[in-house]
């Protein structure tokens, strides 16, 4: 058997070894959350504990292109608890690239557990095939506020306003 089987060496200037490395650990962290269907939380994940408020002010005061784009889904989401949003549904309501709606809910899952200590997101996400009633239609991710969680958003963004 060949030492080198299943890889292939490559030259690489110095200066990007970093980059190439980061480049892979972010592709095979990809590749695993595509394979556990990441762009929904587990269940612990998306049923846990309701995110205490001075942590949603502090998210809502984040400047992070994640916090950002979070903030914006969680805005469209507060003016209708319960109501359930696929990530198309949230690219149209939010004037964002499908691909970047898509992308986000991997960068958020880093941000929280980064930033706030928590794996819990401060929403609710399940696959429509884990729903019930279950959803017409394909199986897919859909998002929403539960009316708890749609109250604390808006005390936290009413306090991020106002500080």
Known sequence: MNDNEGFSLISVPNEYVG????????????????????????????????????KLIQFAN??????SI?????DVLVDRPERRLSIDELAKQTERPRSQVKMVWTHL????????DTKTWPLTAKWAANMEPRPEGPNVVYYWLTDEQAELWKQARDASRDS
């Not at 979070?70 to 969680?74: K, R, S, V």
């Open 19 to 54: 980059d190439v490395y980061r480049l892979l650990a972010d592709l095979s962290e990809r590749q695993d959350l595509a394979e556990r269907g990441s762009l929904v939380p587990t269940e612990a994940q998306a049923n846990g504990r309701l995110w205490p408020l001075e």
């Open 62 to 67: 984040d400047r992070s292109k994640t916090a």
């Open 109 to 116: 899952g880093r941000t929280i557990r980064a930033r706030y």
């Open 70 to 74: 979070i903030g914006e889904i969680l």
